[in-house]
């Protein structure tokens, strides 16, 4: 069975500060890579998927992850935070073609808090 | 755009009240999910659905039925509340051959 780790419970950055936040996973294959965020009050929104080839991928809102797969990590980045990208981020990972590929395992979040 | 509405943005509901929480996708998805999100412990899935009438147990089951009569609709039902059913509860959708899920604004239920 896959797992999700996200080391960072919560994160403090300054706006127009770089961000990173951190997510490892537990497959024995390559699985499929998300990240998602949700805004206060909100459902979850998907940023940025990885299923093969170019390892660093890009999303929605100026966000990026890269596929370590020495690491078995899946960052994500972004250059430049913005004041309303404080929210909570969730790394989800999903097992490829074994029939229960459309299942997805979450991590527990990055509260990101944005300050002015 | 796809549109997942859950019927309850917030719900007050008194221990042992059995409850229905409704999600209603208009994408003709296939596949449609409950989850319930707690502070630190992320989102844990509760059951999905990949046809009309059938379900399968996520990995939280116990306390929860479900029930999907027609494609668009995926209820979840506690059959008798309990206080450590308070929680934020998120259904999503999945259309075959796809991996991304969409997700519902969710509902807050408190059970008191």
């Known amino acids: 069975a896959q797992s999700v780790t996200q080391p960072d419970i919560h994160i403090t950055v300054s706006e127009g500060a770089s961000l990173e936040l951190r997510c490892n996973y537990s497959?024995?294959?390559?699985?499929?890579l998300f990240w998602y965020v949700q805004s206060p009050g909100q459902g979850l929104q998907l940023l940025l998927k990885y299923f093969s080839g170019d390892t660093l991928v890009q999303g929605i809102k100026g966000f990026e992850a890269e596929f370590k797969r020495s690491q078995s990590s899946f960052n994500l980045r972004k250059p430049s935070v913005h004041w309303s990208d404080a929210a909570e981020y969730f790394c989800?990972?999903?097992?490829?073609?074994?029939?229960?590929?459309?299942?997805?395992?979450f991590g527990t979040g990055t509260r990101l808090q944005v300050t002015l | 755009d796809v549109k997942v509405t859950q019927s309850s943005r917030y719900l007050v509901k008194r221990t042992g009240e059995k409850v229905f929480l409704e999600c209603v996708q208009d994408?003709?998805?296939?596949?449609m999910f409950w989850y319930r999100q707690d502070p630190g412990l992320g989102l844990r899935l509760i059951y999905f659905?990949?046809?009309?009438?059938?379900?399968e147990k996520g990995d939280i089951p116990e306390g929860y039925s479900v029930s999907r009569e027609k494609k668009e609709r995926f209820s979840l039902i506690l059959e008798s509340a309990s206080t450590n059913q308070t929680s934020m509860y998120l259904c999503?959708?999945?259309?075959?051959?796809?991996?991304?899920?969409?997700f519902g604004p969710g509902t807050r239920l408190t059970v008191t």
């Open positions: 999503a959708s999945l259309g075959f051959n796809s991996y991304e899920q969409y």
């Open positions: 659905s990949y046809d009309v009438k059938m379900k």
């Open positions: 497959y024995g294959a390559t699985p499929y």
């Open positions: 994408m003709d998805h296939e596949n």
């Open positions: 989800a990972v999903g097992a490829p073609n074994t029939g229960t590929a459309s299942k997805l395992t």
